[in-house]
């Protein structure tokens, strides 16, 4: 069959994109790259985890939630896109498991609205960002090559959405580029949220002098990549010839123990960090990505180190201030094995 679709327009610097989580954390980043390159961009989200003050005046602005299928239709109405950036999603890992519904109709229902509109509106690539949630366990360094085993809902949503569109191109001949990034931290990430993003929580939690909750022993060992060694990649995806159908982690090569993340988290904002000891939680042990697919395609520069990534983020948490912790309680769909102490607030410590 002929896999190009009869309309595709080729990718330029001067394309109409579409960003969805655009006022989240990497979503905003992706904005700013996007723009930069010259891409009029059409900003989307439904503040439920961003803010609108993220995203840059220049790009249009249309709040709005992706799980309704009309108004993702009404995304086109203001003309066709050549690319749709998605990176709306809500990514509490561990929390997944409590709010199974939630996530699947936030990570797959709703990505699936945008996917049936890209092939009806004829893109010409659809950039996807999943997790290497979609692994599971004992695969370490994970790598492009391994048959993906995930083990929450939230990892197999991410899978679902992976397979759904190498479905969608063989179907429709919809282009697609797949990241798979992994524990990204940096400015403008909602430090409010308790139940991902342990770094946020780290800092907000010395920030407003209180412990840094860690579940079970901390020797948990997670590689943290800086938001400028993952958003100009995904933005620049459609420009690089090589990354049609492909899929990449992204992500820093380096694993830290959660232990020595709190004393570097400390050392940021220069005080002695006191930890919370909390029961452990049902998570994998080790996760870190091999990237060399990613640097063959891309030729990244050298990746920001992490005391200098954390340095920056410090400054800019500071700057803002605290927050008080979002509480997702009354809306947890099952109880049972929820970590009690995930009722007040501690962290999923993966992306």
Not at 122 to 136: K, L, M, N, P, Q
Request: glycine fraction near 8%; proline fraction near 6%.
């Amino acid at each position: 069959m002929d896999d190009t679709a009869p309309n595709a327009r080729t990718p330029s610097s001067a394309s109409r994109v579409l960003v969805t989580g655009a006022a989240g954390f990497i979503g905003s980043h992706v904005v700013d790259h996007c723009l930069a390159a010259g891409m009029r961009v059409v900003a989307t989200d439904d503040l439920s985890g961003g803010f609108r003050e993220n995203v840059d005046p220049r790009a249009e602005w249309v709040e709005g939630d992706l799980g309704d299928a009309a108004f993702v239709a009404a995304l086109w109405s203001g003309g066709p896109f050549d690319v749709v950036y998605h990176l709306a999603a809500y990514a509490a890992e561990g929390l997944s498991h409590f709010i199974r519904a939630y996530n699947y109709r936030t990570n797959l229902l709703a990505s699936i609205h945008l996917i049936n509109q890209a092939v009806l509106g004829d893109v010409s690539r659809f950039v996807f960002t999943s997790s290497i949630a979609v692994y599971g366990a004992g695969q370490v360094p994970m790598s492009e090559s391994m048959v993906p085993r995930p083990e929450d809902p939230y990892g197999i949503s991410k899978y679902a959405v992976e397979l759904d569109l190498a479905a969608a191109h063989e179907m429709f001949g919809l282009e697609y580029t797949i990241f798979r990034p992994h524990n990204v931290y940096g400015e403008r990430q909602n430090v409010a949220d308790r139940y991902r993003n342990v770094i946020g929580i780290f800092m907000n939690s010395a920030l407003r002098g209180e412990p840094m909750p860690v579940f079970g022993d901390g020797l948990q060992t997670r590689a943290f990549s800086h938001i400028d060694d993952v958003a100009p990649i995904i933005a620049r995806a459609p420009g690089v010839a090589a990354s049609v159908n492909e899929v990449y982690n992204i992500g820093a090569d380096t694993p830290y123990s959660i232990l020595d993340l709190a004393a570097a988290v400390g050392r940021a904002f220069s005080v002695q960090p006191v930890l919370e000891t909390l029961a452990p939680r049902n998570e994998v042990a080790h996760a870190f990505a091999d990237h060399a697919k990613v640097r063959a395609a891309f030729c990244p520069p050298e990746a920001l180190d992490l005391e200098t990534g954390l340095a920056r983020m410090a400054d800019w948490v500071r700057e803002h201030g605290a927050r008080d912790p979002v509480n997702f309680a009354g809306r947890i769909e099952i109880g049972r094995r929820l970590p009690p102490s995930w009722l007040r607030g501690p962290a999923d410590a993966r992306h």
